[in-house]
């Protein structure tokens, strides 16, 4: 599903490489947690592969299935299957959430020559799925993250998820700001559209997600390199001895 | 010789126009207004309060270019009453709502309607000092037609103006609101290439008077508009106005609270790319005790478009407890636009709470990203943003479904300009 192969990436303003050769195979199906220390590169390849500015790709691919990632827009990934559940999700005052996410559900559907769901039908959709993450029609209709807490904003990345199913679904330290409650309604979700066909990439500093999402693979990344990849086991390994030990043995 | 620009400016103008026959007070008004206009002139770039607008568009003596279309109608499908004026031609259509006398500004002079006579240039005179407004004064002159409107009780449906045709009109338009009455006037149109629009609004204790104005989207006209208001007690007066792609718009809002516990507000948002200018000048004077007033302007500008926002608060000695807000925004969406603000706050009362801000901005690169990475295409993307920015604007307008359908508006002349 994502392949990724010798990516080396530096700031596009800056003489700073923050991937220095990533390696990783997502197929479909499957679960990988990326772990690591702040400041391995866990956001910049979260964000490189979604077509964030800012950053310059000097070496290595990436590809979503046939699609060569790194040659496309970021809507042109999204429509391609990749979604980027963000770490701050951003305010947008004036937009309303509801008018948001059927704009991004209608322009992916066009840009896949599929037809456009009329209000009725997205409407539908929409509260169903909006239920199950517990974002009641208020939340639905007040601006674009505005005034939402923590746990809402997160709830509300994974019901932009739920419509837009996604190939490829890439979750950036979603357990940032959450309480215990939120964490365990976020995995529910995300768990929800665990499918034989989707692979996930969740990036997180902390074992305690993985107790919710459980992993199928679990690498190690630090210093813009994964330096170790194992089974849910190491994750639990970082979680007891912390990632000095694991960084000692690689050097 | 000395050669004075500026009379020769305004002799040349005014040797293009006629003075409208007819006599009674409406010509008296005329003779009046002329006098005042000879007196000062027309205005030059060296005039403080025209530094930043080229007044020369509204100096020829004719306008530099044709008359456009009647343009789209914004405000289609509404419930309203449609006064349509193309070009001279003017027709009262029947059926008027309720709680309103309408007459044309002929039929008022004709007829001596007195609450007209008595407003007729009246607050166009009082706004021009202590900055005088030449225009104004040239139109109060000039003018070739008009409404006057009195509003005794409340009325259900809106009053839309639309104004078309028309090469280089000058219209005049007063509106009395009696006490306890409350009225919702809409203007649209793009009449001519150049046309020039005073309001006189009286708003008496305890009334309401809303207003909301369409301009554009239209690449070639030229706009100047003076919108003058009194506020008696505890009145409540709401403009906003909408502008899209008008190539040159010099929009004035003079509004003097002269009752005690009375609100007004002016706002607007405006867009436009390329050979655009567009001109808020805000005059706010409080002259009574606790009166509020906001005046919020969102300007988006790209490819060398150009925003200007003048605004003044005034509070007058003894006007305590007067609470005034003031801001203008602009989203530059390319380096070449540009925009220029002038706030200023003249504070005479020591109880008083005054606050104003400017800022000028790019698009918010994470937000452009966020929605992209969502599927949006930057250009779509970008107009949700847009209208992000300017929403803190629209959500001036009091009425629920209006400012709906011009939130409807705005996304849909965004979408196509």
Known sequence: MLTIKNLHVKLEDEDKQILRGIDLTVPAGEVHAVMGPNGSGKSTLSYVLAGRGGYEVTEGEAHLGDVDLLDIEPEERAAAGLFLAFQYPVEIPGVGNMTFLRTAVNAQRKA????????????????????DLKIDAEMLKRPVNVGFSGGEKKRNEILQMAMLEPKMCILDETDSGLDVDAMKLVSEGVNALRDPNRGFLV?????????????????IMAG??????????????VEVNGYADILEGTS | MVVDARKITTDERLAALTLPSGGGWLGAARKNALGRLQAVGLPTRRDEYWRYTNPAPFNRATPAQGAGGPGEDPFAGMDAYVITIDGDALDLPDGAPDGVEINTLSQAAEADIHWARDLYATLE??????????????NSAFATGGLAIRVTGPVARPIHIRTIGGTDPILHH??????????????????????????????????AFHHIRMQGPDATQQIDTHLFARLGRRATFKSFTLSANVQLTRNEAILEIVGDDASAHVGGAAFGRGDFHHDDTVFVTHGALNGESRQVFKKV???????????????????????????????????????????????????VACSHGSTTGAIDETALFYLRSRGVPKRVATDLLVLSFMAEAVEEIADEDLRAHIGAVLADWLSRH
Do not use: C, W
Not at chain 1, 203 to 219: E, G
Not at chain 2, 125 to 138: D, Q
Not at chain 2, 177 to 202: H, K, P, Q, W, Y
């Open chain 1, 203 to 219: 990036i997180t500093h902390y074992q305690r997600l993985l107790d919710h999402i459980k992993p199928d693979v679990v690498h």
């Open chain 2, 174 to 207: 007063l509106i009395k609101v009696d006490a306890d009455a409350s009225v919702t006037v809409l203007e649209s149109g793009s009449a001519g290439a150049r046309s020039n629009i005073v309001t006189e609004v009286d708003v008496a204790d305890t009334a």
């Open chain 2, 301 to 351: 500008l790209r490819d060398g478009a150009t925003g200007v926002f003048q605004g003044k608060i005034l509070v007058r000695e003894g006007a305590q407890k007067t609470d005034g807000y003031q801001i203008s925004q602009a989203l530059l969406l390319d380096d070449d636009a540009q925009f220029l603000a002038k706030p200023e706050l003249e504070i005479y009362a020591d109880d």
């Open chain 2, 125 to 138: 005179a009082a706004g021009s000092r202590p900055v005088s407004r030449p225009f104004a004064m040239l």
């Open chain 1, 224 to 237: 813009g390199r994964i330096i170790k990849s194992g089974g849910p086991e190491l994750a639990i390994e």
């Open chain 1, 112 to 131: 896949r020559g599929e037809e456009e769901l009329s209000a009725g039908e997205f409407l539908k959709v929409i509260r169903a799925k909006a239920k």
